[in-house]
């Protein structure tokens, strides 16, 4: 090599210093936060939980710091609670699903309707509504990772359809109460109430809470949750290291559908009857994601905890429930809710801008 | 070189050819690596390099021609099929999750299960091999007094992430490491420290297909140089024998190496 060549030899020679030293180099208290909340994510909604509720618990006392009340909030947010880790597994891979509502009711919808129309044994029908909700939840993921439509659009596409399917299969009818309950109670089952020292739990609550804890272990723990963050994250990073995002997309995908398909189930127990205008096919959607994205996971993918989005359906329930306990024009519940979404999202923006 | 030059190849392309629509990427290419060296390929942009790098670590396949490792045909219909074979690649990009940590970049894709029903059943990830074995790739090549092996890959330098990205490659890399640019786009610094790394995993055995555009470094490391021209092998010349002007001469086309007929 010619001298002129040389020019590197002074940085050769000293290149042992300070290449890849990873220690801590004193960022100070709010470093060291801004480092937690990057590796924890679901702190800030949690705090805010926590906080809401010692604010409502000091305003209105023992009439919301009751075992009964509390678990109120349980019981009227186990529907979006539900929706909301579906929302959340959609998100965590940058994508989003408007139809989580929609395919909610219309597999309460199927699992009613098999009952009564064809006679099915309950027991069977609940697991045919499921599968419905897979099927659709394939098509989504199918649209979205091989024919590669926006999430967005795949949904919104899909949420009419469904919504629509729902009324002409339905013909719009509502299935009583008193008729399922007379007939084919296992529809209602995950309305079964109990009590544990004036605490009411539904079955459905129940469900809820394993549901989010399951999904947690495995987005933690295993590989598939490992995909997931990482697919969310970089997808064609994702590929190149050798995991296989359509498979991983379409997992998801199946999975959520058969989430939502149990949120069907959930609402019959909680409604006690099947009915196809229920409100979550139209403003559910939109009500789980506000929950998600308070709970601190990320719209751009790969950031965030399913326990965040089930802190973030809980903010959402005490806030109403207090709102309401404190005579509050309910109208406040949504001014409170819109400037939580606007915090949550500037707070994700903080936490993802990583000074090294 | 003091290597015998008749050793058979690690990796070996005969005849490849790839054609996007009319543009012919790889007219009849050939390519040869042999054991424990760091072979450098070199060309001008649009030359066709990327491709051959492509078709030999399984991003692409090529329409004709044969891929041979360790003297057996091999087909690559993946990335995934070429990193079984021990053929590890780090890309320009580096691959890597940002929002991940080290160790669960390392082990993307190939992740290891806790033993017993854990595993089997619950699917449990063994975090603490995996974290271990990753301290130990990194700290094999000197990279490191890592504090904290599950601080997400974003919070690190480019220099650290590219070491992260090659001590991945040389850990599974068994047979052969590709690095595409590795130093593209590090300072200085840190483009030496890679350069050491890379003669690192040399020393270790283990051959080395180096795509690069900074000729000092190519002419620094490299044991051979491949040139590569209009989408085939030019000439392969030794670095010792040759001056870096020569070489972009070569790749240019501004003049032809001995025993090689340029085509008109």
């Known amino acids: 090599m010619a001298e002129a060549d040389r020019y590197e030899d002074v940085v050769r020679t000293r290149s042992d210093e300070k290449f890849a030293e990873f220690e801590d180099s004193g960022k100070g208290l709010w470093g060291r936060f801004h480092e937690l909340l990057h590796t924890t994510p679901a702190i800030v909604p949690l705090i805010v939980l926590l906080s809401a509720c010692v604010v409502f618990g000091l305003i209105l006392g023992s009439k919301f710091f009751s075992p009964f009340a509390l678990t109120l909030i349980l019981q009227q947010v186990q529907i979006v609670g539900v929706l909301a880790a579906a929302q959340a597994l959609i998100i965590l891979t940058a994508g989003i699903d408007l139809s989580v509502g929609a395919v909610a009711v219309l597999c309460s919808v199927i699992m009613g309707q098999v009952t009564f129309r064809y006679g099915v044994p309950a027991v069977l029908a609940v697991p045919i509504g499921l599968a419905c909700g897979i099927a659709i939840g394939a098509i989504n993921g199918w649209l979205v990772s091989k024919v590669k439509l926006p999430p967005f659009i795949v949904t919104l596409g899909m949420w009419q359809i469904v919504l629509a399917v729902n009324y002409l299969y339905s013909a719009n009818e509502t299935i009583r109460a008193q008729d399922i309950e007379a007939q084919a109670p296992f529809l209602q089952f995950l309305g079964t109430k109990f009590n544990v020292g004036g605490a009411v739990f539904t079955l459905g609550v129940v469900l809820m809470l394993v549901l989010v804890l399951v999904l947690a272990y495995v987005l933690r723990s295993t590989a598939w949750g490992r995909h997931v963050y990482a697919v969310g994250d970089d997808p064609e990073a994702a590929q190149l290291a050798g995991v296989d995002r359509h498979r991983t997309i379409m997992s998801v995908y199946m999975l959520v559908g058969f989430i939502c398909g149990l949120a069907g189930w959930v609402m019959i127990g909680r409604f006690g009857s099947v009915s196809p205008s229920a409100t979550t096919g139209v403003i559910g959607n939109i009500q789980a994601i506000t929950a998600v994205v308070i709970g601190g996971i990320s719209l751009f993918g790969g950031r965030g905890s399913i326990l965040g989005a089930f802190f973030g359906a809980l903010i959402v329930g005490v806030f109403e429930l207090g709102l309401r306990m404190a005579g509050a024009d309910p109208q406040w519940t949504y001014l409170l809710i819109g400037v939580l979404i606007i915090a949550a999202v500037t707070v994700d923006q903080w936490i993802r801008k990583v000074t090294a | ?264």
């Open chain 2, 1 to 264: 070189m003091s290597k015998d030059t008749h050793e058979s190849p690690v990796l070996e392309a005969r005849g490849l050819v790839k054609r996007y629509g009319k543009v012919t990427a790889l007219d009849h290419c050939d390519f040869d690596l042999r054991p424990g060296e760091i072979l450098a390929v070199i060309g001008d942009n649009g030359a066709g390099k990327s491709t051959l790098i492509k078709a030999l670590s399984g991003a692409i396949q090529p329409n004709a021609g044969e891929i041979f490792l360790e003297g057996q045909p091999v087909s690559f219909g993946s990335p995934n099929d070429a990193r079984g074979e021990g053929i590890e690649t780090v890309y320009q990009t580096l691959a890597m999750s940002p929002a991940l940590s080290i160790a669960d970049n390392m082990f993307m894709g190939r992740e290891l299960r806790m033993p017993g029903i854990m595993g089997q059943f619950f699917r449990k990830l063994d975090r603490k091999r995996m974290e271990e074995f990753s301290r130990q790739k990194l700290s094999e090549l000197g990279l490191m007094t890592i504090q904290n092996i599950n601080q997400p890959v974003e919070t690190l330098s480019g220099g650290q992430r590219q070491g992260v990205a090659v001590a991945r490659a040389a850990a599974f890399g068994s047979r052969v490491v590709i690095l595409d640019e590795p130093t593209a786009a590090l300072g200085v610094k840190e483009s030496r420290r890679v350069l050491d790394l890379i003669q690192e995993v040399r020393a270790r055995g283990i051959p080395i297909i180096l795509i690069s555009h900074n000729m000092p470094h190519v002419f620094e490391v490299a044991d051979r140089v491949h040139i590569h021209r209009l989408g085939k092998r030019l000439c392969v010349i030794d670095p010792k024998e040759h001056t870096m002007s020569d070489a972009v001469a070569y790749m240019t086309g501004a003049a032809v190496p001995e025993g090689v007929e340029e085509p008109a």
